[in-house]
């Protein structure tokens, strides 16, 4: 028997920290975890995801009472870090805080790994709300702006952090929601993005509130929308893009527990369970929501690869429909 055998078949017997129980004649020693947890956040240091992925990981850790150790393994849209987890031995230890960058990359490219078959969701942990943004001397309403671009079909341009990013899909499915035609001025990043809009170079952009808040509160970019299905409790008096006219809009990234594929079940078991106790600390929560992130504390493994699987489908059909290609 070879050692990733084995390791699977402790896997599969050894998980009473996490399950309840031991299996007769088992001791503390062999269950899982004993030893550190890796999480493979695919994105630098700094950002949005590396911040959540660490403040998430050090709540894991309380609840596995093992280190969980963030690396970032970052380039080609988050890809290199997913393909290194779709490659790690599946028994535990290699974990992918994966983000919404996978079903985009999907719909766009071939990648290195098949994002259905690869990677294994164990708990959607949270979701990023992208909010609309205008540029200061653009209509302040989503009504108007949309009104704006119907009246000069062609004229209006939108800027985006680069092509094939959240941003640029969200408002090519804006275009495909509303009808309107706009076009793409894609940037190197969020901040040149922003900071053209706010100039007026660009009639609006979509962009995660984290990032845009300080240009909104120096009154530099009006605020129209938020995109996600219910109003934020951060900002409740910001309308849904479907509340502001615009039927099945959504815009939002998110955040998923992922381990590599033919990890046992068990073991998603254990790690869904303590995922959701993690996410369940009140004050935690706090903390995310005043970071834009409404964390997720109650879902399953089977929910989290319905959630999954069916952004795969979204990003893949508004692709199509789009006629979106990215050199």
């Known amino acids: 028997m070879n050692a990733g055998s084995l390791r699977r078949m402790l896997g599969l017997a050894m998980v009473s920290l996490l ?3 031991s299996p007769s004649g088992a001791t503390a020693q062999e269950a899982y ?4 947890v890796k999480l493979v956040i695919p994105f630098a240091p700094g950002g949005p995801t590396d911040v959540f992925g660490r403040l998430f990981a050090q709540r894991l850790a ?16 988050g890809s290199i870090g997913v393909h290194a987890v779709a490659q790690a031995e599946p028994d535990g230890y290699t974990l992918l805080f994966g983000t919404g960058s996978i079903a985009t990359a999907a719909a766009l490219t071939k990648l290195p790994f098949d994002p259905r078959k690869d990677i294994e969701p164990v708990a959607h942990v949270g979701t990023v709300p992208l909010v609309l943004l205008s540029a200061p001397t653009m209509p302040k309403t989503l009504a108007a702006l949309l009104a704006a671009a119907k009246a000069s079909p062609g004229r209006l341009t939108y800027g985006s952090a680069g092509p094939g990013t959240t941003t640029h899909l969200a408002a090519e499915m804006l275009k495909l929601r509303a009808g309107i035609d706009v076009a793409h001025v894609p940037y190197r990043g969020s901040g040149p993005a922003l900071q053209d809009t706010a100039a007026g170079t660009t009639a609006f952009l979509f962009e995660t509130i984290t990032a845009a808040k300080p240009l909104v509160d120096a009154g530099k970019l009006n605020l129209l929308a938020i995109g996600t299905p219910k109003r934020s409790p951060v900002m409740p008096e910001v309308p849904t893009l479907e509340e502001s006219g615009v039927p099945g809009m959504i815009a939002y990234t998110w955040n998923v527990l992922f381990v590599p594929a033919r990890t046992p079940a068990p073991l998603v078991a254990a790690l ?3 995922a959701n106790q993690a996410l369940s600390d009140p004050a935690f929560a706090r903390k995310m929501l005043e970071l834009a992130t ?3 504390a109650d879902s399953t493994p089977a929910s989290a690869k319905a959630f999954y ?4 489908d979204l990003w893949a059909a508004t692709v199509k429909a789009a006629g979106v290609k990215v050199d």
């Open 272 to 274: 869904n369970r303590a």
């Open 294 to 296: 409404e964390v997720v």
């Open 62 to 77: 309380e609840v596995l009472r093992q280190p969980v150790v963030p690396e970032n393994r970052a380039g080609a849209g």
């Open 33 to 36: 975890p004993n030893r550190p």
């Open 19 to 21: 399950v309840g129980g």
């Open 309 to 312: 699987f069916g952004e795969l």
